[in-house]
């Protein structure tokens, strides 16, 4: 048997080489940390630290015990632990019993140094329902059944933080790779090479409640700007100041809104330089004034790689503000750029380096916010690695095993940091990429370079509302898909419509993809095919004109939602059992969705559907938002869709726009 002591406001067990320290973390909250090592080191994590909290400590011959608020630990007198929701007097979580000769449910496997591969297995409720985890495109809404990896990649978005139909949320706060199984008898959280577990627990009376304890200590999003509720123009790419001004110009022309037009890739002279090219983008200060003054806002593309070319390669090298290799030459991805011309390997800016993010800002700084732009996509912030051997890499923060996920967080917070030192209170990053804790420093995601299909589509609301659920509220998609898209073909204008219907009841509106085909001009320039909203027929336009007038209606609603997700961690766009929990039903529902507490929103996620099966949630009667007609809560309707109209219903009595 262990030896239990009581440290400060800490409890702590030590048996066998193996320390374990509990301590109350913000409301309702525990973290859990445990080492082989001779004590815990400061790894990178998502959690900051909480207003004191005293937790009641128990300790007895058999077993001890810490209650925060509403929740209680529990450690037996062999070391399991089990957790507890006071409130309601329920076991919510408990470490897999010990059997014989089987690993114990905290398992060390020694590695090189201090390290270890480390696993924690906890029991699972027959009827457990998880969700959260970031943004994964597998399809499916409720994550058990899944194993995940716990990595970055380009349309995967690791946010190790789940939420149970338990009424629990779990943080594996750590940054390292890894994976989490989430079988029918047991979740396991998997560290490839980390020194010690580290995770966090919370409880809450309603879903929304435990969002609102997981953000007190992750972090607030700020609040919404009221522009970047508005429609996001994007394209791969505008080649040229006097394209992309044309395009605002004919937005305004056609009397149409338009809040933000974007700049997309190899605008610059050259990766890692960080500054447009001037043979094509001669004036940015004069260009961003004119846009300016038709209200648009200008956002601009910036990538984390670093070309061995550059004007800043040396110096940056020289200070140790690059990612390093392990071993041999430090190329980490092929991709092309400016100069030399064709394909050639980049190297990455080390985001967890607290000078190097300085430095990078001081070069945005000059390059682009001194012309007046405030809006950054922060592209391939995973970072984008080949052959994803993160092994191989060292970071200024550690190891690449150990800490590689915690780049985007990092990335997002050396803009963040850098627009509050300039005095900026209106701050928004475009990130492809997140870790928990990223909404801190004002990271909007969207869901990478995903394929042009009816079934990216439908993977997409899935994923959007899993990311809600991961603590990120500010969210898109690129609208119809990024890759794969021939303009022409009357499957993809269908595609677009719907995906366009869908966009305008997400967080935010942005259209963007790789449009095919091109003409010679576009092949020649490397830039797709047109994407604006008159580029697809006279039928798809007309649709379109309706739906960014419909989104500039709800646009004070959504400001709504906007400040209750700064203020409490509310996802704008959430699945339907957040709002009617008690409604068994609603868990079963995974291709509608609820934006803000008032409109549900049904997709329509097939091609060549005109109608579809929509389920309207007991405890309330619904209002069709196009005809009035008013229904019963509880039951399925099989409602009418033509291609010029999404499926959308009003809680009754509410009428958001």
């Known amino acids: 048997m262990g030896n239990f002591i009581q440290k400060g406001d800490s409890l702590v067990y030590a048996n066998d080489h193996e320390i374990l320290r509990i301590r109350a973390w913000g409301k309702d909250g525990l973290r859990v940390q445990a080492t082989q090592n001779a004590d815990f080191v400061d790894l990178p994590s998502a959690l900051l ?232 983008w001669p004036d940015p200060g004069n260009m961003v004034r004119e846009l300016e003054e038709m209200g648009v806002k200008v956002m601009v593309s910036i990538w984390p790689t670093v070309n061995p070319w550059s004007e800043n390669y040396d110096q940056m090298k020289r200070l140790g503000y690059l990612v390093r290799t392990e071993r041999g030459v430090d190329p980490m991805i092929e991709f092309s750029d400016n100069y030399p011309k064709g394909k050639g390997f980049q190297v990455y800016y080390d985001a967890t380096h607290p000078e190097a993010r300085k430095y990078i800002w001081e070069k945005v700084k000059k390059n682009y916010y001194n012309y007046g732009i405030r809006v950054w996509w922060l592209d391939a912030c995973e970072p984008e690695i080949y052959t994803f051997d993160n092994d191989h890499l060292r970071f200024y923060a550690g190891q690449g095993v150990q800490v590689t996920n915690i780049y985007p967080l990092m990335h997002a917070q050396a803009f963040y940091e850098g627009m509050r030192a300039e005095g900026e209170t209106e701050i928004i990053s475009l990130c492809r990429s997140a870790w928990a804790g990223s909404q801190r420093y004002g990271a909007a995601v969207w869901s990478g370079d995903i394929q042009s299909t009816f079934e990216s589509l439908r993977q997409q609301v899935r994923a959007g509302l899993n990311i809600g659920l991961s603590g990120i509220p500010w969210w898109t998609t690129d609208i119809g898909g990024f890759m794969n898209a021939d303009t022409t073909t009357p499957t993809f204008r269908e595609l677009l419509v719907r995906w366009f219907q869908y966009g305008v009841f997400c967080p935010l509106f942005r259209l963007h993809g790789y449009r095919l085909p091109r003409t ?77 507490p008032d409109i549900l929103v049904a997709p329509v996620l097939y091609e060549g559907a005109r109608a579809r099966e929509v389920y309207l949630p007991a405890g309330c009667g619904w209002t069709h938002a196009w005809s009035g007609e008013t229904y019963e809560g509880g039951q399925t309707l099989l409602v009418d869709a033509p291609l010029d109209t999404i499926p959308v219903f009003f809680r009754e009595g509410k009428k958001p726009f």
């Open 49 to 280: 630290l909480p207003a004191p909290y005293h937790p009641e400590i128990r300790i007895d011959n058999e077993a001890a015990s810490i209650q925060n608020g509403h929740i209680k630990a529990e450690i037996t007198k062999d070391g399991r632990l089990l957790f507890w929701n006071v409130s309601t007097n329920q076991l919510i979580l408990e470490e897999t019993p010990f059997r014989f000769v089987m690993p114990r449910a905290r398992f060390y496997l020694p590695k090189e140094g201090n390290l270890y591969h480390i696993e924690v297995k906890f029991v699972t409720h027959p009827e457990e329902k998880i969700y959260g985890l970031g943004q994964h495109p597998n399809g499916s809404l409720n994550q058990k059944g899944h194993v995940i990896d716990l990595v970055q990649r380009n349309t995967q978005v690791n946010i190790p933080f789940l939420i149970s139909n338990q009424l629990y949320g779990f943080l594996w706060n750590n940054p390292g790779m890894g994976r989490v199984e989430l079988s029918g008898e047991q979740v396991r959280w998997v560290a490839d090479a980390t020194p010690q577990i580290d995770y966090y627990v919370t409880v809450g009376k309603t879903y929304a409640e435990i969002l609102e304890r997981y953000t007190e200590s992750t972090g607030h999003v700020p609040m919404l700007p009221q522009w970047a509720a508005g429609f996001w123009q994007c394209k791969l790419r505008y080649q040229n100041q006097e394209e992309l001004l044309e395009v605002a110009r004919e937005y305004k022309r056609r009397g149409l809104p338009l809040s933000v037009i974007v700049i997309d890739f190899f605008h610059w002279t050259k990766m890692g330089e960080w500054k447009f090219d001037p043979e094509f």
């Open 520 to 596: 010679p001009e576009q092949e020649q320039k490397g830039s797709g095919g047109d994407n604006e909203v008159w580029s697809f027929g006279e039928e798809a336009y007309e649709i379109f004109k309706e739906l960014l007038f419909l989104r500039e209606r709800m646009r004070p609603y959504i400001m709504e939602q906007m400040k209750l997700a700064h203020e409490k961690g509310t996802p704008p766009m959430r699945p339907l059992f957040f709002d009617f929990a008690e409604d068994k039903q609603t868990y079963d529902v995974e291709d509608e969705f609820m934006f803000g």
